[in-house]
């Protein structure tokens, strides 16, 4: 489980805890649309090769379900802190002003998806 967590202490849309595959995870049934893990892909390669230590990178399309609080980012060099992006900072109104199907303001939910937020869990796996 270590590479998901770094992945997670990297970016704040990569959402470690919903990396749990244990044999009971594998199979419970979502509350909301009432799929199994089963289906994925990295159940369906634990399945046909026996490799439990393997990963895929699978995500929603639309959204997650919380965002990370990551540690600010220190510069090794000047010791100061490094500036945060608005898709880096959870603090920015990409976050903070996430609005529900019924229109309410959703506080610390993750936003949709966007082309940024892909490319900010792709950095956080290249860290």
């Known amino acids: 489980m270590l590479l998901p967590k770094l992945v997670s202490m990297n970016s704040l849309n990569f959402d470690f805890h919903e990396c749990s595959f244990s044999d009971k995870m ?14 994925c892909g990295r159940v369906s390669i634990m399945k046909l090769t026996g490799l439990a230590n393997c990963y895929t990178l699978e995500c929603n399309y639309a959204s997650g379900r919380r965002i990370n609080h990551l540690a600010p980012k220190v510069n090794k060099e000047t010791g100061q802190v490094e500036a945060e992006t608005a898709i880096t900072d959870a603090h920015s109104k990409h976050y903070t002003e996430c609005i529900g199907k019924q229109g309410e303001v959703r506080k610390e939910v993750a936003p949709p998806y966007t082309i940024e937020v892909f490319e900010d869990i792709g950095r956080g796996f290249c860290i």
């Not at 594998?26 to 289906?39: A, F, I, N, P, Q």
């Open 26 to 39: 594998m199979t419970v049934k979502d509350k909301k649309d009432g799929l199994s893990r089963e289906g």
